[in-house]
Nanobody
Framework: QLQLVESGGGLVQPGGSLRLSCAASGATLDPYAIAWFRQAPGKEREAVSCTFASGATTTFENPVKGRFTISRDNAKNMVYLDINALTPEDTAVYYC????????????????WGQGTQVTVSS
């Protein structure tokens, strides 16, 4: 059974950068689409970006285009989310999720989730 663990969150000043990591264990990531979601307090969980099993990627949220970059390293069983030019609006818990199908922005279609990592953007 695939298990996911996120790391890399923290407190960062506006304009700063972070690399979030999603470490997989229990199975290989190869056949899975892996997505990053985020959830801010009082808001719905929203899809940020996703990498297909093929390695292709897609970004779901316009505010993050050009600032967020998803990548995967199947050899290391890792997926990353590089975040640049952070703003307070990026403050949220960030989750990685997996599904054995194509990428989707609908969080209910993902059945494997990590526990999340908190990102707080504040001066």
């Amino acid at each position: 059974q695939l298990q996911l663990v996120e790391s890399g969150g923290g407190l960062v000043q506006p304009g700063g950068s972070l690399r979030l990591s999603c470490a997989a264990s229990g199975a290989t990531l190869d056949p899975y689409a892996i997505a990053w979601f985020r959830q801010a307090p009082g808001k719905e969980r929203e899809a940020v970006s996703c990498t297909f099993a093929s390695g292709a990627t897609t970004t779901f949220e316009n505010p993050v285009k050009g600032r967020f970059t998803i990548s995967r390293d199947n050899a290391k069983n890792m997926v990353y989310l590089d975040i640049n030019a952070l703003t307070p609006e990026d403050t949220a818990v960030y989750y990685c999720a997996a599904r054995s199908d194509i990428c989707s922005g609908r969080y209910r279609l993902y059945d494997l989730w990590g526990q999340g990592t908190q990102v707080t953007v504040s001066s």
